[in-house]
């Protein structure tokens, strides 16, 4: 393609996407949305409309008519819309202009900073994006790059992240056990069971554990708010200590994908200061944030950072509510020893002057893969055009509406709040009927669900309370939730405006009267 044909092509792609914005927009107030919110699509539909080959003879700068002919017909109508301000569903996956553009250029400027040596400035701008960023949400001075041992970078998800902590930790309590002559320990995990799944699965793939049910990985019960219960923890840290096993992990939660329920990190750590084996260990304790680390970026939230310079890491994902494109997770650690010594070999190839002295950062060491993309230039591009105060502002925004959508709902009486709202996220269900049961009412809350998302209106998410709950004693709201289903309404879109939460909750509410 020719440097012309690319400026043509590439112009028609910012168009499409400028359009695609403000037809999600359009679209949003619209009874028979023309892309619904949920991609309505049967398993197939699309596959059936694609050739079976890869094209032998490529069509060149003609090709390009059909391929945005294409890309209109096929690909837009097979879509669920995550930047429609109607998208209610999970947690946001936030997206903006500014950090388009920065993966534009990302993607244009191709650099791969494996090393500090393959592109010095994509390793130094991130460094000191993570440095504004600590500074930014008041996280303790053990997680700035220019800390004895401490410093941050970006990963591609939470996921990541947690496989990155657990493994950097296993590695600092290894080289404990081995000087206690320990060959091959039992390593245990812990994590509440409204852990993101991710936590589990980074025990399977760093071969702790074999699935969500192995004893290796201990989900600990959740008190009435759904945070960890901290006496729980460390009862089972002592019970698989005294059974020979190695504890050397607990991934906390800020913001839980349920409920967004707040692990008590402060708390965790002062339970685990009583336990022996848990410090002979010289355990980690990593703090999954991914959805709500934007939120310490408010005075009003201070509370949420409660204990976080006794966390060995933390990290957060921009790319959820932070105005920034999927992928772009920030990760910080006080021990970036640990974490490099775990994941570091030194290939010949890779040998370079600037890695040997010492003076730098090769992210490559820091996460599982070599390759890096260059995702500094989308948060920077975010940082730079919105700036603190006005990130602030958005946060602020979808935190009002969710405590609007809240303030319907308690004086809603067909409605039954079912979590505590802490941030942008209420959780709600039709209230049973005289004599319905528990299954009856989940059956009515998902087909309430289910008929809003088939409108296309608007995509909310479901969520099974916990299970525990039902040990809560008598009287307490949440004994009767146990287990029971309900509606998530994360309220966090990039475009979500009042008006477009007033209408989808006169839609809810419409919904949940038919059901009565
Ligand atoms: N942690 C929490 C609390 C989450 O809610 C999620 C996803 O929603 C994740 C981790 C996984 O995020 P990622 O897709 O960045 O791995």
Redesign the pocket.
């Known amino acids: 393609m020719s440097p012309e044909s690319f400026r043509a092509n590439a112009k028609r792609a910012v168009d499409l996407i400028a359009s695609y914005w403000e037809g999600l927009e359009r679209d949003a107030g619209a009874p028979a949305p023309a892309l619904p919110v949920m991609c309505p699509m049967k398993p197939g539909d699309l596959l059936r409309r694609l050739p079976d080959g890869a094209p032998e003879q490529g069509g060149a700068d003609a090709e390009w008519d059909r391929i945005f002919a294409d890309v209109e017909s096929l690909i837009l109508p097979s879509l669920t819309h995550w930047q429609s301000p109607n998208f209610y569903a999970?947690?946001p996956c936030n997206g903006s202009f500014p950090a388009i553009i920065g993966e534009l250029l990302s993607a244009g400027l191709g650099v791969n900073g494996m090393l500090w040596a393959t592109s010095p400035g994509a390793t130094e701008l991130e460094t000191r994006l993570l440095d504004w960023m600590c500074g930014a949400m008041g996280l303790p001075a053990s997680f700035l790059s220019t800390s004895a041992n401490g410093g941050g970078c970006i990963?591609?998800?939470?996921?990541?992240?947690?496989l990155a902590a657990m493994l950097a930790g296993r590695h600092r309590t290894r080289e404990r056990t081995r000087a206690r002559g320990l060959a091959r320990p039992a390593f245990v995990v812990y994590t509440s069971t409204q852990?993101?799944?991710?936590?589990v699965k980074a025990a399977m793939i760093a071969g702790i554990a074999e699935g969500p049910d192995d004893p290796h990985v201990r989900l600990v019960p959740v008190d009435g708010s759904g945070a960890m219960r901290e006496d729980e923890l460390a009862r089972m840290v002592r019970e698989d200590a005294a059974a020979g096993r190695v504890p050397f992990y607990v991934c906390a939660?800020?913001?839980?994908?349920g409920i967004t329920a707040i692990d008590r990190v402060d708390r965790i750590a002062a339970a685990l200061d009583g336990v022996d084996a848990w410090r002979e260990n010289a355990g980690w304790v990593h703090v999954?944030?991914?959805?709500?680390g934007a939120l310490m970026l408010l005075p009003e939230f201070a509370g949420l950072r409660a204990g976080l310079e006794r966390a060995d890491s933390l990290?957060f994902?921009p790319?959820?509510w932070m105005l920034t494109t999927?992928?772009c997770?920030l990760f910080w650690t006080r021990d970036r020893r640990s974490l490099i010594s775990s994941m570091s070999i030194n290939p010949a190839y890779l040998r370079n002057e600037a890695s040997e002295s010492g003076a730098v950062f090769d992210y490559r060491d820091w996460h599982v893969p070599l390759g890096r993309r260059f995702r500094a230039l989308k948060l920077w591009f975010v940082l730079r055009h919105y700036g603190l105060e006005g990130i602030r502002a958005y946060l602020r925004g979808h935190v009002r509406l969710a405590e609007m959508v809240e303030s319907w709902a308690r004086s809603d009486e067909g409605i039954e709040l079912c979590a505590p709202r802490t941030m942008n996220l209420v959780v709600f269900r039709p209230r049973a009927r005289a004599g319905e049961t528990g299954q009856a009412q989940d059956a009515r809350t998902r087909a309430v669900m289910d008929g809003l998302n088939g409108s296309g209106r608007m995509l909310l998410s479901p969520v099974v309370l916990p299970a525990e709950w039902r040990d809560a004693p008598e009287g307490r709201p949440e004994r009767s939730l146990a287990g029971r289903l309900a509606i998530r309404m994360a309220i966090g879109a990039t475009l979500a405006s009042e008006s477009h939460v007033r209408r989808a909750w006169d839609l809810i509410r419409e919904e949940i009267t038919r059901s009565r």
């Open positions: 999970y947690f990963q591609a998800t939470a996921s990541e992240s947690t852990a993101h799944s991710s936590v939660t800020i913001g839980t994908t999954d944030a991914a959805h709500a990290c994902n790319h959820k999927f992928d997770d």
